[in-house]
DNA sequence: CCGCGGATAAACACCC
DNA sequence: AGGGTGTTTATCCGCG
């Protein structure tokens, strides 16, 4: 009934049509290292692309201040996708590679890959949550906050605009979220400053990570006993990666004519444990790095489960990198709840 | 059925 | 005055 849970859960991929350009077959610790449009790791990698001024007045100033983080949004169909939260690649939160060779198989059905931009799963909390820790400053005006729901999540582009009432309320109501007072001589507009109160930062944390669980409710790959253990544990996912480019052909699993596809499982939004970067990104730790989130998409394919995760534009399949999850590297899932513990 | 959390709508006051 | 912001209340819905 779950075929690729537990130890079936071993490295496989897929060959792609066309390859990414971000991965290095010769060294898949670099691979993913970031699509090409993305800084390489550096000592700014792990840090917001924040503006040079950091000042929270900026995103007053600049409708489209919070844009920096949806990476390289060539055109603004780049964003017509709930997957458009690239700045996590910046953040280099991915985990680098250590995957064996994944075999390769037919290139996945386009038409199986979510199209039109649905509903978040998310709650507004979980929205502002995200907003908030996205920002430089980790805090933002309410307009801010309604820029980066609409950057990341391009349903609320669309949707009516009651969506911003609601964030208000759950701004006023949550307790989860703190009014700061503005700085009056650095503001230029209205409102005040939002933030996260910090003994509530783990709850939204869990809140994000059940989110992501429930959403998953029917997914074989989370019914995966060792994924089952680490929720209960409270730990979060971890994703272990692999370069499109570095697929392997020998793997008998899947070869290059294995006629199976790609069928899409679920979108998520996976908590992602922070990982050693290369000596290239010596640099200091960016906090949300080390509770990231990032939004993907399942496939699976005969037993096995992949993770596609879109690359700097939209999700085809050029600029994707296909991910495996790695039932041993989720058993050493570090907690998030811990990770935002050791942070406050 | 009930309680709870979340979403949504609306009204109102305040501020720029 | 108008619009954005913040607060509060009410209602509905889904879920356990």
Not at 174 to 189: A, E
Not at 213 to 227: A, E, K, M
Not at 254 to 267: G, K, M, R, V
């Amino acid at each position: 009934m779950c075929p690729g849970a537990g130890s079936q859960m071993e490295s496989h991929t897929h060959t792609l049509p066309s390859l990414s350009p971000i991965h290095s077959p010769t060294n898949p610790s670099k691979a993913l290292s970031l699509s090409p449009s993305l800084p390489q790791p550096s000592a700014t990698a792990l840090s917001p692309p924040s503006p040079p001024q950091s000042t929270p007045s900026h995103l007053l100033q600049s409708p489209g201040g919070l844009k920096p983080h949806c990476l390289s949004p060539s055109t603004p169909s780049d964003q017509d996708d709930l997957t458009c939260l690239n700045w996590l690649h910046q953040r280099n939160i991915l985990p680098l590679s250590k995957m064996p060779p994944l075999p390769q198989f037919e290139s996945p059905p386009i038409s199986n890959l979510p199209s039109s931009p649905a509903k978040p799963p998310y709650s507004f909390s979980s929205l502002i949550f995200m907003a908030i820790e996205d920002s430089p400053d980790k805090r933002l005006p309410v307009r801010g906050i309604y820029e980066w729901i609409v950057n990341n999540f391009p349903y609320y582009r669309t949707a009516p605009s009651g969506w911003r009432n609601s964030v208000r309320h759950n701004l006023s109501l949550s307790k989860s979220f703190r009014r700061m007072q503005r700085d009056k001589s650095q503001s230029i507009g209205k409102g005040s400053l939002w933030c996260v109160c910090p003994e509530y930062r783990p709850g939204l944390l869990e809140v994000l990570k059940k989110t992501h669980y429930c959403h998953s409710s029917n997914s074989s790959l989370l019914n995966n006993p060792v994924l089952l253990e680490a929720a209960d544990d409270g730990r979060s996912a971890v994703c272990d990666t692999m370069a499109i480019s570095d697929l392997d052909s020998n793997n008998p699993t899947l070869s290059s004519n294995a006629p199976c596809s790609l069928i899409s499982e679920h979108e998520e939004l996976v908590a992602i444990q922070s990982v050693e970067l290369t000596d290239e990104a010596e640099s200091e730790k960016d906090p949300l790095a080390d509770s990231g989130y990032i939004e993907f998409h399942y496939y699976q394919c005969e037993q096995y489960q992949y993770l596609v995760l879109p690359g700097n534009s939209d999700l085809d399949l050029e600029t994707v990198e296909i991910l495996q999850l790695d039932a041993e590297a989720q058993e050493a899932a570090g907690s998030l709840l811990d990770l935002a513990g050791g942070n406050h």
